[in-house]
């Protein structure tokens, strides 16, 4: 780093350099569409948009770089002063309130800054090959590069501020390029109301969210994380109910907008928006923002209880591991029965990241507790399934955008460009593709594997260490509440199994189940290279993992490789002292059971099956695809009475909340909004109208006094003399 | 410091009036030199006289007088710079400060005639300002006449009504610069005077057009009226307390214990004569005919210049003579004030609505701009019969000074519109809105620009009116809120019953600020969203166009760079007491 000029600022230029790239891309495209050169060798935009992402990355991994050693508390720096002011409190006034946008550093900010960028990146890249070869979007794909770009330097301006105002504002300009990029298909009636969905649904979280930081800056004066995490609670007590209003109401500003039951009606149909944006907004990144606010609350949690108000939050954490246990059953559920693939991975988005939600529950139930071990265990844990998860989600919805663009493709090479219905992204017309999709396939298998949490692959270290803190906390802390989301967790583990991999079997194993599958290949360079890279990054999940990113990212101590130790630890539920737990054993193996075992081979049994003669799939995935013919042969069963039930025909209706929330509009806001304006209308309306016709009336009256004759003047001026001889006199 | 008025001493403070009485003049001798030339008796010699005879090219310019007053108002102002300071000042960059200098007559009983101190030079450097924007802006103003006739051109070439004009001008100026340093009642009537008279005939100066002549008719006949009852009032006083002299009069009026018949009446009526000067209702009613038929140049005066005089008069009896000397006393013309100002700025904001001619609605604004200045006047009197002593004299000054900041930004803004109108006068007579029509397509500087003096005018922030309207109500509620504030009552409800009367003013701003915005803004949606009749620019006159950029830069300047002027002006006000 430059002498004189400190890290922070280059810190601080990361969010800056989409922002000041999107207007180049923006208004570059609307003066030179449709030329060649603009189409081909800056791809729309995408090439400019690449190269800011690349400059961003760079500095990103310059950050990291610089600050991956040890680190006990954050770092905090204002950069920019925005709004300064003097606050009247009721014990007097506090002097230059600050409202400036700084930048707040610890390894939490970093893991999601590395995320965010480096997803950010290979999104980019990926979209060069999805978006360019797609007809219908003709000549509008810059505004797509910009709109990616302004929600780039949203998500990074996000993770970076250093106080919750920013954050909000920051939270809010995702908010806003998530609609528009679900939108992006504005002429697909569908895409326009499924982006006034998103963003209205999000927007009830917002609420919340706001009056909850509201409520903060009552409280604590300011909304900068350095105060408000090191607050002294001796010396300036608050009131601790008005505390736990703000934490839940902020709660609910991250159930919004991570997708949580029961403000996740939007998620599904935001899957209408373009597939990067799927992968990037409502997979790896957006959706992230709540769990990351949620995160944030732990060092109050932690200052409370070292203040000697142990327990006194704890009702916080208990709500929030409920709700997310709640959501990670229910979604997993609707799973079940999804036949588009991107909808199923926007339920097992939903799902993955309410185990989050509950991890951090457990995680705030014990720093509120007073057991920060645990507390630490249980946050890092949650980021590093953050972490795993955010890496394949983004390349389960790449590869899955592989899918449908080469079905897509094939279809419109079959049917000569004629649109008769054919549906892309629906399972059921696809089969047999393992063979047509080396690459994509095996990125599929990974990624599900990791989302799974099959043994040794990325998102197994971090699940195993979510279930077995909410047990714990269930168990041997008294929070008997939570047995209810530990056990909703377990079923949801085998449930995962099931879910993904009949998604994985419908797709690419057994016969191919129309003519546009079997003319499905693989051709765009563009979507390969993020593929393979992210399916090193998932498989690498065991090296993390040995590293000991769980301590690294929660309290801050540097990597170190012990791998003997973690493995000991994920499958003998070994402690440091070399003692093995027996409940958390059979836990874990349950865990293990129900998730690798169970779950996969009843998929297998239901979708699975060998390719069609003479089709051979790549190795790393033709062992899966035998595996599934061997299955299936042995223990083909038949689902029909179960796939015809109630509860099939109930989870297809995603549980009637679509329904039950219509009926609410129609019945009850939309009478209310009819009768307000109506109120406007004739009220308000009626009453500046009525002002604007008095007024000018006494105008014209007024204006009639003013006669014109010299006379008439001199009357008023005598008149007027006696009016203040007479008013003059009669105060005297 | 004393100095005897006639003695050189006493003079070389009067430098800046000595420079217009100079300029006076010159503007006589310059534009009279001719090529008469007188025979020496009994010889053949003939020595050129100077005077008389046809007059040389060079001074027959008719934009000569102009530029001779506008040199003579900036050399004043040099000179008046040139005076600030003394042995007491150490922060002249920051404020407007000078040593208290008296003027006396000699004689056994000397009377102290003029003041020198910050508050007269301030007030004399508003008016040297605003007359060199007014006679800057008619260096070579073309009437308003859209077909001249041949005479009228020949008329405008003959520069001897140039010189007509900017001689009145000057003189006015003379007599602002008394009223101004005045301490004596019988000197400020004289000023006043010597500045009135010059301005009723600049009104009716074009006496070719039928409204001109009229207007100055109407504003002379009333005028004289209203100085007449206001003389009379200064006549009665005199009886009273046998002394004109203002240091006496408020000796006088404090020794008063019960209140008496004859001051009472005089004050009444001296307030009368004032009242018509700031264009106070009911004795506003010439106002806008007076505006509407005086050319624009003229009609700027008269709303700032002409508005500062009667402002002048009205403090310095107000707030001197008649202010009660214990605090917990009310001022006797409190009421009447606090009423008259209510409606003042009613009656001009709601006349102003529906007027149709810019001249007229500018007038309205004016008077309603008086309103808002006679309110915090009342304030003033608001602090004395609340009970708290430090602090009153500080919230005082601040009243004060944000009424003289006022009057000083008012420069900037009132004139600035009137010399756009004038502008459009270049073309055509301006009597009604369409003139404005799509100024914005064929002139964009100058629909901004008048988008900014309305803006200001309506007091939006950052510009100057806000900031000077914004102080007075500051003002006018810490005067209000006084009594209670000291009992620490911070809650709302409470607070507000508590407050003194003169809260309502606050309110009454507020609401008639409201009011105003309609008509300040509608001039801007004329101007940028109607169609225009012709998409031709204006004539070309760079003079008027520099005034014009000069008062919207003054604009936004005095909005975001008031704090060294509002101390100046508080430093002023704070000589009063």
């Keep these: ?45 995408g090439a400019i948009s690449l190269m800011s992402m690349g400059i961003v990355l760079i500095l990103t991994s310059m950050v990291v770089a610089q600050f991956i050693g040890e680190m006990h508390n954050g770092q905090g720096r204002d950069i920019l002063d925005w709004i300064t002011f003097d606050v009247l409190r009721s014990d007097g006034f506090t002097n230059g309130v600050n409202l400036g946008f700084g930048i707040y550093i610890d390894h939490i900010s970093l893991m999601l800054l590395f995320v965010a960028s480096f997803l950010c990146f290979l999104i980019n890249w990926f979209s060069i090959g999805y978006m360019n070869t797609d007809k219908i979007n003709d000549n509008r794909n810059h505004r797509f590069y910009a709109e990616f770009l302004i929600f780039c330097s949203g998500m990074l301006g996000m993770v970076l501020a250093d106080n919750f105002l920013w954050l909000f504002i920051f939270w809010e300009i995702m908010g806003l390029c998530s609609y528009l990029l679900i939108g992006f298909y504005y002429e697909r009636p569908s895409a326009a109301s499924a982006a006034k969905k998103a963003f209205l649904t999000t927007r009830v979280g917002d609420v919340f969210l706001m009056i909850g930081l509201i409520i903060m800056w009552n409280i604590y004066g300011s909304l900068d994380f350095d105060i408000i995490f090191g607050w002294n609670y001796f010396e300036n007590p608050v009131d601790m109910t008005l505390l736990k209003t703000a934490l839940i109401l902020m709660f609910i500003g991250a159930v919004g907008k991570s997708a949580q039951f029961p403000l996740h009606v939007w998620l599904p149909d935001a899957m209408e928006g373009p597939t990067p944006v799927s992968a990037l907004i409502h997979a790896a990144t957006m959706v992230n923002a709540g769990l990351y606010l949620v995160a944030r609350m732990f060092p109050i949690f932690m200052g409370t209880a070292d203040s000697g108000l142990i327990g006194d939050l704890a009702d916080v954490g208990i709500i929030i591991a409920m709700i997310g246990g709640i959501t990670a059953f229910m979604a997993a559920g609707i799973a079940f029965v999804q036949n588009d693939i991107k909808k199923v991975l926007a339920y097992s988005t939903m799902s993955q990241l309410a185990y989050i939600f509950t991890g951090l529950g457990a995680c705030l139930w014990f720093a509120s507790k007073g057991k920060p071990e645990l507390a630490y265990f249980a946050l890092g844990a949650s980021l590093f399934h953050l972490f795993n998860h955010a890496m394949a989600k983004g390349m389960l919805f790449m590869a899955s955008g592989s899918v449908i663009h080469e079905m897509h493709h094939a279809h419109h090479h079959i049917s000569h460009g004629e649109h008769d219905g054919f549906d892309a992204q629906d399972m059921t017309n696809m089969g047999g593709l393992a063979s047509k999709l080396p690459i994509t396939s095996t990125a599929m298998a990974a990624g599900s594997m990791s989302i799974i949490g099959i043994p040794l692959i990325g998102g197994f270290w971090s699940k195993e260490g979510i279930i077995a803190k909410t047990w714990k906390a269930a168990i041997y802390d008294g929070g008997y509440l939570l047995f209810i989301p530990a056990i909703l967790l377990l079923i949801s583990a085998g449930m995962t199994g099931f879910y993904m991999s009949r998604m994985w079997f419908m797709t690419f194993a057994g016969k191919p189940k129309t003519k546009v599958a079997e003319h499905v290949h693989e051709e765009t360079p563009w979507i390969k290279f993020p593929l393979v890279t992210l399916t090193f990054m998932t498989l690498g999940g065991i090296v993390f993992a040995s590293l000991h990113f769980i301590s690294w990212v929660s309290e801050g101590h540097a990597f170190h490789y012990d791998l003997v130790y973690e493995m000991k630890h994920a499958f003998l539920a070994m402690d440091k002292d070399g003692i093995i737990d027996s409940t958390f054993l059979i836990l874990t193996w349950a865990t293990i059971g129900l998730s690798s075992l169970v779950g996969p081979i009843v998929a297998m049994s239901l979708y699975g099956g060998n390719l069609k003669d003479g089709q051979k799939a790549i190795p790393t995935v033709s062992w899966l695809v035998r595996l599934s013919g061997i299955v299936r042969n042995r223990w083909q069963f038949n689902n029909k009475s179960l796939a015809e039930s109630g509860l099939a025909e109930a989870l297809r209706r995603r549980l009637y909340f679509d329904d039950f929330y219509d009926w609410i509009c129609l019945k009850i806001i939309v009478p209310i909004g009819l009768g307000a304006a109506l109120f406007d209308k004739k009220g308000i309306d009626g009453v500046i109208k009525g002002i604007e016709s008095g007024s000018q009336s006494t105008s014209t009256w007024v204006r009639k006094l003013t006669t014109g004759s010299a006379r008439d003047y001199i009357m008023m001026v005598a008149l007027g003399s006696l009016l203040l001889v007479g008013l003059i006199w009669g105060m005297a | 410091m004393a100095y005897d008025v006639v003695s050189v001493d006493g003079l070389r403070f009067l430098l800046p009036e000595l420079v217009l009485v100079s300029g006076i003049l010159a503007l006589f001798i310059i534009t009279n030199i001719g090529d008469a030339k007188i025979r020496l008796p009994l010889t053949r010699l003939r020595i050129p006289a100077l005077l008389g005879g046809n007059r040389f090219k060079w001074n027959s310019d008719p934009r000569l007088p102009g530029v001779i007053s506008v040199f003579t108002f900036i050399f004043a102002i040099v000179m008046l710079i040139q005076t600030l300071g003394g042995d007491t000042c150490n922060n ?186 700031i264009s106070a209702v009911p004795f506003h009613f010439v106002a806008p005919d007076a505006y509407a038929g005086a050319s624009s140049p003229v009609a700027a005066l008269l709303a700032t210049a002409s508005k500062t005089l009667g402002f002048i008069g009205l403090i310095r009896i107000l707030m001197i003579v008649t202010l009660p000397a214990e605090s917990g006393e009310t001022a006797v013309w409190m009421l009447a004030f606090g009423i008259l100002s209510i409606i003042t700025m009613t009656w001009g904001n709601l006349a102003a609505l529906g007027s149709e001619n810019p001249k007229r609605m500018l007038a309205y604004s004016s008077v309603a701009h008086a309103g808002y200045m006679m309110a915090a006047l009342v304030a003033v009197a608001a602090w004395k019969s609340g009970n708290f002593e430090d602090n009153g004299i500080m919230a005082a000054e601040l009243i004060i000074g944000a009424v003289i900041f006022h009057l000083f930004v008012l420069i900037s803004f009132k004139i600035g519109a009137f010399m756009v109108l004038s502008h459009l006068e270049t073309e055509n007579e301006v009597t009604d809105m369409s003139s404005l029509h799509g100024l914005a397509k064929r002139e964009p500087i100058i629909a901004t620009s008048m988008f900014v003096f309305m803006l200001a005018l309506a007091g939006v922030p950052p510009l100057a009116g806000f900031m000077s309207k914004f102080l007075m109500v500051t003002g006018i509620v810490q005067a209000a809120s006084a009594d209670v504030l000291t009992n620490s009552n911070v809650d709302l409800i409470p607070t507000i019953i508590g407050m003194h009367w003169t809260f309502f003013l606050a309110i009454a701003i507020f609401i008639n600020s409201a009011i105003s915005l309609y008509y300040y803004l509608r001039i801007g949606v004329l101007m940028f969203f109607e169609e225009a009749k012709t998409r031709l620019p204006l004539p070309k006159v760079s003079v008027l166009r520099f005034v014009i950029l000069l008062c919207a830069l003054g604009t936004i300047f005095f909005g975001v760079n008031s704090d060294w002027l509002v101390e100046s002006a508080i430093e002023a006000s704070s000589t009063l007491f």
């Design chain 2, 92 to 277: 002249l960059v920051e404020k407007f400060c000078t040593d208290t200098t008296i003027l006396t007559t000699t004689g056994n009983s000397p009377v102290d005639l003029l003041k020198l101190d910050s508050f007269s030079r301030l007030f004399e450097l508003m008016f040297f300002l605003a007359l060199l924007l007014v006679s800057a802006a008619s260096i070579n103003r073309l009437q308003a006449d859209s077909n001249p006739s041949n005479d009228d051109l020949d008329q405008l070439l003959d520069n001897r009504r140039q010189v007509d004009f900017h001689l009145l001008l000057l003189i006015s100026g003379l007599g602002m610069t008394i009223v101004a340093m005045s301490m004596n009642l019988f000197v400020l009537f004289v000023g006043l005077e010597l500045a009135s008279l010059p301005i009723y005939v600049m009104v009716a100066f074009h006496k070719e057009s039928k409204a001109g002549s009229e207007a100055g008719v109407k504003y002379f006949i009333t005028g004289a009226i209203s100085s007449a009852i206001g003389l009379y009032g200064m006549s009665l006083l005199y009886l009273w307390s046998g002394s004109l002299q203002l240091s006496v009069l408020e000796a006088s009026w404090a020794a008063m214990s019960t209140p008496e018949t004859l001051p009472l009446f005089g004050i009444s009526l001296l307030l009368v004569g004032f009242g018509f000067k």
């Design chain 1, 1 to 45: 780093m430059a002498s004189g000029v400190s890290v922070e600022f280059w810190v601080a230029t990361i969010p800056f350099v989409p922002l000041i790239t999107f207007p180049i891309i923006l208004f570059l495209g609307q003066y030179f569409n449709g030329k060649g050169w603009w189409r081909d060798i800056l791809k729309e935009g």
